[in-house]
């Protein structure tokens, strides 16, 4: 679900924990807000990065809570958890590797 965008940044995901459904004026609640809020105004690798950095911190079962809290795939938390333990390289211009994200139009279109 939905909540609000964040200066034309990805929307603010909100948590549909039963702790936040339980207690949503609640620290818990708060706290998971708050993770979102920071989520939303990061780009792809910094949010990957955020959320593998909150999973290992968490230990055993940190995947699937930080996919619950955040509406993130596993294999996307995965990912960012790999690349801490590799350690992260320098931030590029790019967010994506060269050929990644979709492809144009015209080269999707088959010529008639």
Not at 49 to 78: N, S, Y
Request: net charge positive.
């Amino acid at each position: 679900m939905v909540d609000l965008q964040i200066r034309g940044r990805r929307p603010v995901y909100q948590c549909n924990c039963s702790a936040c459904q339980d207690q949503p004026k609640g620290a818990v609640a708060a706290d998971h807000r708050a993770i979102n809020r920071v989520l939303a105004m990061l780009d792809e690798r910094q949010r990957r990065l955020f959320a593998g950095l909150l999973a290992m911190r968490r230990g055993h079962g940190g995947i699937l809570w930080v996919a619950e809290i955040t509406g993130l795939r596993r294999t996307t938390i995965r990912c960012g958890s790999a690349e801490l333990r590799r350690g992260v390289g320098r931030a590029t211009q790019r967010v994506r590797k060269p050929g990644g994200g979709r492809k144009s139009v015209e080269k999707k279109s088959l010529a008639w």
